[in-house]
Antibody, heavy 126, light 107 residues
Framework: QVTLRESGPALVKPTQTLTLTCTFS??????????VSWIRQPPGKALEWLAL???????SYNTSLKTRLTISKDTSKNEVVLTMTNMDPVDTATYYC??????????????????WGLGYQVTDSS | DIQMTQSPSTLSTSVGDRVTITCRAS??????LAWYQQKPGKAPKLLIY???SLESGVPSGFSGSGSGTEFTLTISSLQPDDFATYYC?????????FGGGTKVEIK
């Protein structure tokens, strides 16, 4: 059974760096064609894709946020980590990690998401 | 970046109605489009991929169509469990982008 679970601080202050961890089970991120992404959703607003890491450790980022984002993976721990620098109140959102079906995805071959974590609420407030 | 525009943003409808949601891409994305359903406080759930392929376990009342820049999600007969917000997502190219969502609510 595939599961993904997001974790991190629930509250961050402006200008701080947010570090979120996606811990997963039921699959390996070293499997060819597998990708894990981070997606966020501000309260009452639409989904926004943030970053992706593929099975070969290649990455892709949201155009407007890429200077603030870093995605990485630890295959041995089944974890994907997202850091976002210089947090602002507009970054308050629920942050999701999600995976693609195996076999097709890479940082040059995008795909859709068919397993999602439950989401993690992050509030940026002074 | 490819912009995805959904319409309408809100749909007030009744159980048993046929519902159609439109998603337009700012440039051609072939058939590289997915549809998701999201209920309050829950993660999105995949309904349709490659514009018209029904994900396993999704009721057959859901269908998708379109290619290029215009796509539709149709619910043939709205059920009580279908009241939710629906999002399209293009995966033709990075960065991945989602539509603004369509909330299907009870009239």
């Amino acid at each position: 059974q595939v599961t993904l679970r997001e974790s991190g601080p629930a509250l961050v202050k402006p200008t701080q760096t947010l570090t979120l961890t996606c811990t997963f089970s039921g699959f390996s991120l070293s499997t060819s064609g597998m990708c894990v992404s981070w997606i966020r959703q501000p309260p009452g607003k639409a989904l926004e894709w943030l970053a992706l890491i593929d099975w070969d450790d290649d990455k892709s980022y949201n155009t407007s946020l890429k200077t603030r984002l870093t995605i990485s993976k630890d295959t041995s721990k089944n974890e994907v980590v997202l850091t976002m620098t210089n947090m602002d109140p507009v970054d308050t959102a629920t942050y999701y990690c999600a995976r693609t079906p195996p076999g097709y995805c890479s940082n040059t071959s995008p795909w859709y998401f068919y397993s999602w974590g439950l989401g993690y609420q992050v509030t940026d407030s002074s | 970046d490819i912009q995805m525009t959904q319409s309408p943003s809100t749909l007030s409808t009744s159980v048993g109605d046929r519902v159609t949601i439109t998603c337009r891409a700012s440039q051609s994305i072939s058939s590289w489009l997915a549809w998701y359903q999201q209920k309050p406080g829950k993660a999105p759930k995949l309904l349709i991929y490659k514009a018209s392929s029904l994900e396993s376990g999704v009721p057959s009342g859901f269908s998708g169509s379109g290619s290029g820049t215009e796509f539709t999600l149709t619910i043939s007969s709205l059920q009580p469990d279908d009241f939710a917000t629906y999002y399209c997502q293009q995966y033709n190219s990075y960065p991945l982008t989602f539509g603004g969502g369509t909330k299907v609510e009870i009239k």
